[in-house]
């Protein structure tokens, strides 16, 4: 295969596929959206007796699912989101919009699993600094156990997100106390007692941040924790090597990537890409921006369109936003067209606003989310379409399958 080394899963319904998330999906107020039924069930599953319930504690097919914590280990950074006009006055003033906001990739997303309801520990690294604990305290308030170490010499880091006008985005990275994730900073049990582990590539081509998650991974396999890792920059996966990040996440169950990220790592584009990686990981999700999100769950390839936005407002952490929302429903239970129903809802919901994680979330915005997936799961229960091939289980669970993963957009 092209571009890829991973060795494939041998599980006999092992199979991947990409999968795209809207950078849009449709706007909400507090209270509205696709689906927003107010009477339905805020949190994963439905209540007993109502179409689509599942038994507590039952996998997608009715196998066992574990239980614990979703633990993210990666970036807690400060995102600074500036608005950029049409046209920079170079050497000059320019007015425009600046937002600072709590933010890191593996940070925002474990926000949004808190969001979605989910019991979730964020274990990172920030600097002995007003900056580290004022973020870690602003992680905390969204429902987050943080479990950060303070680094004695690096400073917090730091990212400049600079928004175009039709909301799209480009980083400036800073590299600080983030880039120094170290075994020592994920107490033993963490991992172990996880319902599922969250990396991000960052922590894999950082090279002080590299022994802390391959020993996170290591463990994970170990204790039989289901691990999904977003490729995070196509920039940095093409500096290190395909091959190289290959040998790295060996075990991995699910990995999401844009198209151009899937395009690196698989050496082709588009779908071809999502087959390819997923004869080695078993789901692959490939976010498409406008056009959705596409790819397999142990090889049925599954494809959704993005929700309808008047307006993107900016698309810093929309794929974030889109893995929380992937991942809580394939830990639900749902079919991996629901769960990136799920996810596109919240991404739609963060682009429509600046910032990763922005303000004004609402229970009846969570019930709203909850109530769009559950009801696509009910219409490809409806149509006769495979409905048990979701939630995250490692290798070896019920129905012989590998585990199941999600997919997000960036």
């Not at 809802?345 to 994680?357: C, D, I, K, S």
Request: with cysteine; aromatic share 6%; hydrophobic share 45%.
């Amino acid at each position: 295969m092209s571009g890829v080394g991973w060795k494939p899963d041998r599980s006999p319904e092992s199979g991947a596929g990409p999968e795209g998330a809207a950078a849009a999906g449709t706007a909400t107020g507090a209270g509205t959206g696709p689906g927003g039924d107010r009477a339905r069930p805020a949190g994963p599953q439905r209540e007993a007796g109502q179409p689509g319930a599942r038994v507590a504690g039952a996998g997608p097919a009715g196998g066992p699912r574990r239980h614990g914590p979703v633990v993210v280990a990666g970036d807690l950074v400060l995102d600074l989101v500036v608005r950029v006009p049409e046209t920079l006055h170079r050497g000059s003033d320019t007015w425009g919009a600046l937002h600072p906001r709590q933010g890191g990739s593996a940070a925002n997303t474990a926000a949004w699993l808190a969001r979605l309801g989910l019991e979730v520990v964020f274990a990172g690294r920030v600097g002995r600094d007003p900056l580290g604990r004022a973020l870690a305290s602003s992680l905390a308030a969204e429902g987050v156990v943080v479990r950060v170490v303070e680094d004695p010499q690096l400073p917090t880091g730091v990212i400049l997100a600079l928004v175009e006008p039709d909301g799209e985005r480009s980083m400036v990275i800073g590299p600080g106390a983030n880039h120094r994730l170290d075994p020592a900073d994920l107490p033993e049990g963490l991992i172990e007692e996880a319902g599922f582990l969250y990396l991000t590539a960052y922590s894999f081509v950082w090279p002080q941040a590299r022994e802390g998650a391959g020993a996170a991974l290591a463990r994970a396999r170990r204790a039989g924790v289901p691990v999904a890792v977003d490729a995070s920059s196509a920039a940095l996966l093409a500096r290190e090597g395909p091959a190289e990040l290959a040998g790295r996440w060996q075990g991995v169950h699910c990995l999401f990537a844009n198209e151009e990220e899937a395009r690196v790592l698989a050496g082709v584009a588009g779908p071809e890409a999502a087959a390819r990686l997923g004869r080695f990981v078993p789901v692959v999700g490939v976010k498409a921006g406008a056009r959705g999100a596409y790819g397999r769950a142990w090889g049925r390839p599954w494809q959704v369109d993005a929700l309808p936005l008047a307006q993107v407002v900016d698309t810093t952490g929309c794929g974030d936003a889109w893995n929380a929302g992937m991942l809580a429903g394939l830990q639900a239970g749902l079919p991996a067209e629901a769960a990136a129903r799920l996810g596109g809802f919240v991404a739609a919901w963060v682009a429509a606003r600046p910032g990763a994680v922005p303000p004004g979330w609402t229970e009846a915005d969570r019930r709203a989310a909850w109530a769009y997936a559950w009801d696509a799961a009910q219409g490809l229960a409806g149509r006769g379409s495979p409905a048990g091939d979701g939630g995250l289980r490692p290798a070896g669970d019920a129905g012989g399958k590998g585990a199941g993963g999600s997919q997000g957009s960036r």
